[in-house]
């Protein structure tokens, strides 16, 4: 038996034959052309292919894994036409007189070097997207057919690691889980291993050789390890823990539709985050009281330009309507940091996280701000509305604030349009500033919502993208709980109500911690909210 540890991406346990992706393989050569000009059309015939076979990918991926996710497919299509690219290409053909092959692959080479390059982490990002946009376009100049290769039994998909367009090509019937020797927890294997439940390692490093495609293997989802050919006695381990997992999802199906309370009676709202309209479906699937975090940076981070009041207004509507008198919380804007949008213009800045983002952006470009305000006060008319406003700092933030929505509601009530006056109104708690003052923050809005991603970075004062400095971050840090707690406290102190939205939220072994201090509502992810709600009844 081999034994291979990685880091698991999605909890479970299954058990089957390694099948190693394989993908065809093809040599690039520099040729010299004489006809330039013939060879730049050869491209761009290769480029409008693989754009129409973008498209059929996107539409796949919207059935099996939802608009979210199906959305690396259209960056792929716009990157296909980004003129820096495209230029490239057919600048190295001319320049150099060589075949669109070897210009294709050395415009992939330079642009992925250049994007690993930089310090933003959502732009390394990119570096592979065009590696697979490229190898799309070099695959069609090449006559190679893409294609998965795949046993006719159910297996456990080992790879180096695998892209987008190749995961969501497999047939998922026959997927048991994932292997991959290298990826990181975000990406799109990890992403879809989460989407459909399935078992899944990452970063399991050279060891995980295709040397042992066909062999016996089981995966530890909850501890990252991968057995290649157990032995008995682990076989039989493997195979009770993944008989206690199924049990257990089955007694999490039985919660639905019950209260959350402890057996001393205490009380809790569990609600959800998302980040998409399209994950609607999976809060009610998993019977959450709400949506306690809706992300609404992607209608901005999937636009080209800045998405108009009526293509808002139809998405808040449309969530509003689909949880049906369900508590609807939406933070607004949060672009910046790790998240960016070429078209908002923001300079490079020495320290993104502590930079222009969120709030600072909707109170000094107020247009943005309007629009988006304009929207939710109108789509909160079709349900139950609330608006939340992130990395508050100051009583001076919510009296602007309140000025622009008063200049909201009365340009609304002019132009006679409906909306909505009375709409809760919150701060996510996610600076030391905000929860020093949560006192008084309190008197001017409706409800708090502890964002403790940020809350721990800005208290440890160490930047979360930083892997080197994963040993050093700790969100149990008695200065994160102790911050809690004093937020929780100001907020009861003043009549309000207080959640918490960020990962902490999902720590099973705070969820006591929690409940004592008080806390009215916590929001997860949707596929945490029935393992929540069990530890809840478990709880005194």
């Not at 709400?290 to 998405?307: D, K, V």
């Not at 002019?414 to 919150?426: M, N, Q, S, T």
């Not at 102790?482 to 939220?505: D, Q, T, V």
Request: contains cysteine; proline residues 2%; charged residues 25%.
């Amino acid at each position: 038996m081999i034994t291979i540890t990685g880091k698991s991406v999605f909890g479970g346990v299954s058990i089957g034959r390694l099948s190693f992706y394989k993908r065809k393989q093809r040599v690039i050569k520099r040729t010299h052309v004489d006809a330039v000009e013939a060879e730049c059309t050869r491209f761009q015939e290769a480029k409008t292919t693989a754009a129409g076979q973008l498209k059929e990918l996107y539409e796949k991926a919207l059935a099996d894994v939802g608009e979210a996710n199906a959305m690396i497919f259209e960056i792929h299509q716009m990157m296909l036409e980004d003129l820096d690219y495209i230029e490239s290409v057919e600048n190295i053909i001319r320049t150099q007189e060589v075949n669109a092959e070897f210009a294709v692959a050395a415009t992939a080479d330079n642009f992925a070097q250049m994007f690993t390059a930089m310090d933003d982490a959502y732009m390394q990002g990119r570096a592979a997207d065009v590696k697979d946009v490229s190898e799309r376009v070099l695959n069609i100049l090449c006559g190679v057919d893409e294609g998965i290769k795949q046993t006719e039994e159910p297996s456990i998909i080992a790879a180096d690691d695998l892209a987008p367009s190749e995961t969501v090509q497999l047939d998922k019937s026959k997927v048991l889980g994932f292997a991959t020797m290298y990826g990181s927890a975000n990406s799109h294997t990890a992403i879809l291993a989460r989407t459909m439940n399935i078992p899944a390692i990452i970063g399991l490093g050279e060891e995980l050789s295709d040397k042992l495609d066909g062999q016996m293997a089981v995966i530890d989802g909850f501890t990252g390890s991968l057995y290649i050919d157990p032995d008995e006695e682990t076989l039989a381990l493997m195979q009770e823990k993944r008989r206690e997992d199924l049990e257990q999802r089955a007694l999490l199906e039985q919660l639905k539709g019950k209260e959350n309370v402890t057996k001393s009676g205490q009380k809790i709202n569990i609600y959800a985050n998302i980040g998409n309209i399209s994950d609607v479906g999976a809060v009610l699937k998993n019977d959450a009281g709400g949506i306690g975090l809706f992300r609404s940076e992607f209608l901005y981070l999937e636009n080209n330009t800045f998405p108009d009041e009526e293509q808002q207004f139809a998405v808040y509507r449309q969530a509003a309507e689909n949880m049906a008198g369900r508590k609807v919380i939406i933070r607004t804007l949060d672009i910046g940091a790790d998240k960016q949008a070429d078209y908002f213009g923001l300079d490079k800045e020495e320290n993104p996280a502590l930079g222009y983002r969120a709030i600072r952006i909707c109170l000094t470009r107020t247009n943005i701000f309007k629009t988006q305000l304009r929207a939710l006060y109108r789509a909160a008319v079709f349900g139950n509305i609330s608006i939340m406003f992130p990395m508050i700092i100051s009583m001076k933030e919510i009296e602007k604030i309140k000025e622009i929505i008063a200049e909201v509601q009365g340009e609304l009530k002019a132009e006679g349009i409906p909306f909505r006056e009375d709409v809760e109104l919150g701060v996510m708690i996610e600076t030391p500033a905000s929860v020093m003052i949560s006192r008084e923050l309190a008197r001017e809005v409706d409800f708090f919502s502890v964002g403790t991603n940020d809350l721990t970075q800005y208290t440890l004062a160490i930047d979360r993208q930083n892997s080197k400095l994963d040993a050093f971050y700790d969100p149990h840090h008695p200065a994160i709980l102790a911050m809690i707690k004093m937020a929780a406290e100001n907020a009861h102190a003043e009549g309000k109500w207080i959640g918490i939205c960020g990962e902490l939220g999902a720590d099973l072994e705070l969820t006591e911690e929690f409940l004592k201090m008080g806390l009215d509502e916590l929001s997860v992810s949707p596929a945490m909210v029935l393992p929540l709600r069990k530890k809840i009844r478990e709880c005194e």
